[in-house]
């Protein structure tokens, strides 16, 4: 058996196409079900584990959303003393906080288009489409 190189010992190996994040030790489980669930939507190899700290952040944000969506449900939007209920500002700063990171993470649907072919796709179901369908007298 040939001997490993200095080289080969000291270059960081590549993640395997199979391996998945996982949640680090202590984050909460609440979270760390959102993270999961993430992770398990994507394809294998999406995220590397430098997205780790990010996508948690994610999680989190989405766990504050629903929380807030929740209370503000039971509570409503107005209190009694006529004021914004200050959840709404919670749940607005962590939609924001969404919105940001799903475009860092490459989840928003406008990260996962090529914009050089998005142009040349052709839809079928739009009205235009329907109408040139429908046209035969050319």
Avoid: W
């Amino acid at each position: 058996m040939p001997r490993t190189s200095i080289a080969a010992i000291e270059t960081p190996t590549p993640e395997l196409p199979g391996d998945r994040l996982v949640p680090r030790q202590g984050m909460p489980e609440e979270v760390s079900a959102i993270f999961r669930e993430i992770v398990s939507l994507v394809p294998v190899g999406h995220f590397r584990r430098s997205d780790t700290y990010v996508l948690e952040s994610y999680a989190q944000a989405i766990y504050t959303s629903r929380k807030a969506y929740a209370d503000l449900q039971r509570e409503g939007g107005v209190m009694q003393t006529g004021k914004l209920n200050p959840l709404v500002a919670i749940q607005e700063k962590s939609d924001r906080t969404i919105c940001a990171l799903s475009a860092r993470l490459r989840l928003a649907p406008q990260q996962r288009t090529d914009p050089k072919t998005t142009g040349r796709q052709r839809f079928t179901s739009s009205a235009y489409a329907a109408f040139d369908e429908g046209n035969d007298d050319e």
